[in-house]
T-cell receptor, first 109, second 115 residues
Framework: GQNIDQPTEMTATEGAIVQINCTYQ??????LFWYQQHAGEAPTFLSY??LDGLEEKGRFSSFLSRSKGYSYLLLKELQMKDSASYLC??????????WGAGTKLIIKP | TAGITQAPTSQILAAGRSMTLRCTQD?????MYWYRQDLGLGLRLIHY???????GKGEVPDGYSVSRANTDDFPLTLASAVPSQTSVYFC??????????????FGEGSRLTVL
């Protein structure tokens, strides 16, 4: 079957660094997306990884290991506005996104 | 730029009634999707369309129907609503020809409560 596993909730301090992990099992694989979703709002695109390695985009970086079925999202210099849910979504052999339940990140001052 | 517009924003509906959630995009994207999002669960795909005139079933299509008469519009219809269809519904679009290989742009969501 297809399965996504990411922590339900994480807490971090403003200015710090946090890593949100995601492990997945899919029928085939065609890349992995990370989306950010603030409470009561729509998801917005953060990153897309299709090859192994680290993709850096400003304060956010995303890592992928296809052989391990593992990805993480790294957020640096945390700001209060980073309080949100972070959704991991690998794609299967049919290019369908398989969505995780998301990790709720709480930033404390 | 409007992007994707959904209507209504929220609705309370009596069980057994029909309802159409509207979705319009102005980005000329080929692919469009309807998802539902429930607490503690990931987004689940209801129906999709990879181009005008074609539609396909997603993970949870039962009780829902869609049409794609043109590029811009992708309405979702509940023929006879049931309480288990209480959810937040998101419409999304992508300019990628392959489903799921391009960035998704989401509407603001429609919160539906079926009593």
């Amino acid at each position: 079957g297809q399965n996504i596993d990411q922590p339900t909730e994480m807490t971090a301090t403003e200015g710090a660094i946090v890593q949100i992990n995601c492990t997945y099992q899919t029928s085939g694989f065609n890349g992995l997306f990370w989306y950010q979703q603030h409470a009561g709002e729509a998801p917005t695109f953060l990153s897309y990884n299709v090859l192994d390695g680290l993709e850096e985009k400003g304060r956010f970086s995303s890592f992928l290991s296809r052989s391990k079925g593992y990805s993480y999202l790294l957020l640096k210099e945390l700001q209060m506005k980073d309080s949100a849910s972070y959704l991991c979504a690998p794609t299967d052999s049919n290019y369908q996104l398989i969505w995780g339940a998301g990790t709720k990140l709480i930033i404390k001052p | 730029t409007a992007g994707i517009t959904q209507a209504p924003t929220s609705q309370i509906l009596a069980a057994g009634r029909s309802m159409t959630l509207r979705c319009t995009q102005d980005m000329r994207h080929n692919a469009m999707y309807w998802y539902r999002q429930d607490l503690g669960l990931g987004l689940r795909l209801i129906h999709y369309s990879n181009t005008a005139g074609t539609t396909g079933k997603g993970e949870v299509p039962d009780g829902y129907s869609v049409s794609r008469a043109n590029t811009d519009d992708f309405p979702l219809t509940l023929a006879s609503a049931v309480p288990s269809q209480t959810s937040v519904y998101f419409c999304a679009s992508s300019d990628s020809g392959d489903l799921g290989s391009g960035e998704l742009f989401f509407g603001e969501g429609s919160r539906l409560t079926v009593l």
